[in-house]
C-alpha cells in the first residue's frame, strides 16, 4: 500500500514538471511540491509507528499468555517435586499447590493450599512472589464449559493440582467445582489482541 502511494506521487510529481517545463524545472521545487512532500513523510512516519505498536501489543501478549502456561506448568511440577518452596516466612514441601487468577486482573498468584479446599483463602500461603503480566496485558476472560455444553464467564478460578498423582482440578471464587475444560484469555485492555490459554483437568495446556 505503501509502495503504490509512492510511486503515485512520484507520477504526479513527474507529470507536474513536466507541464511546468524545463526552465521551471531549473527553478527548484515549488511550494505545492513540497507540501505533498512532507505530506507523504508524514504519513509514512504515522503508518510505521501503528505497525510498531501493534507489533509491541502482540509480543507483550503472547509472551504473557506462554508465561502464564509456563506457571501452571510449574504448579504441576511443584506438587510432583518432594524439594522443599520458599512461602511465607519460612521453606516448606507442598502438596496441593494452586494458581488463583481473576478476570480483569494484571497478575496471578501462586498458593500452597494447606487446608486443600481448593480456594486461595485464609490460611493458605503464597509461593514465591505474585506474578505480574507484561505492561499493557490483563486477564481478559476467564470461562469453562458446563454440564450442558454451554460456555459460562465467571469472574475469577483457582487451578489446584494435587499430590502424589498431580491431579488437576478447578473452582470458582466461591469454590464450586468447574468441569473439565478452563480457557483463560489474557490480552490488551481493548481486546485487540487476545490469547486464549487451554487448560484440560488431564494436564494438557495450550495458547492460542
Not at 511465607?88 to 480483569?104: C, E, L, N, R, Y
Not at 454451554?150 to 489446584?160: C, F, K, N, Q
Request: charged residues 20%; hydrophobic residues 45%.
Amino acid at each position: 500500500m505503501l509502495r503504490s502511494a509512492m510511486n503515485d506521487f512520484m507520477r504526479f510529481f513527474l507529470h507536474q514538471r513536466r507541464k511546468q517545463g524545463s526552465e521551471t524545472f531549473r527553478a527548484g521545487f515549488t511550494t505545492f511540491e513540497l507540501v505533498i512532500a512532507i505530506a507523504i513523510m508524514t504519513m509514512t512516519s504515522a503508518m510505521v509507528l501503528i505497525s510498531f505498536s501493534g507489533i509491541h501489543k502482540r509480543t507483550a501478549v503472547n509472551r504473557a499468555a506462554r508465561e502464564f502456561a509456563l506457571a501452571v506448568r510449574r504448579v504441576q511440577n511443584i506438587s510432583l517435586s518432594i524439594t522443599e518452596v520458599e512461602a511465607g516466612f519460612k521453606p516448606t514441601t507442598a502438596q496441593t499447590v494452586g494458581i488463583k487468577i481473576a478476570s480483569g486482573s494484571l497478575d496471578y498468584t501462586i498458593f500452597l493450599d494447606k487446608n486443600e479446599n481448593g480456594i486461595f483463602g485464609a490460611g493458605d500461603t503464597v509461593v514465591g512472589k505474585v506474578a505480574k503480566l507484561a505492561d499493557g496485558v490483563q486477564v481478559r476472560t476467564i470461562k469453562y464449559v458446563d454440564a450442558g455444553g454451554i460456555e459460562r464467564l465467571i469472574s475469577a478460578a483457582h487451578i489446584v493440582v494435587t499430590a502424589p498423582e498431580a491431579t488437576m482440578r478447578f473452582t470458582a471464587a466461591g469454590g464450586g467445582t468447574l468441569r473439565d475444560v478452563l480457557e483463560i484469555g489474557i490480552g490488551t485492555p481493548a481486546g485487540d489482541v487476545i490469547r486464549t490459554v487451554t487448560i484440560r483437568t488431564s494436564g494438557q495446556i495450550t495458547v492460542k
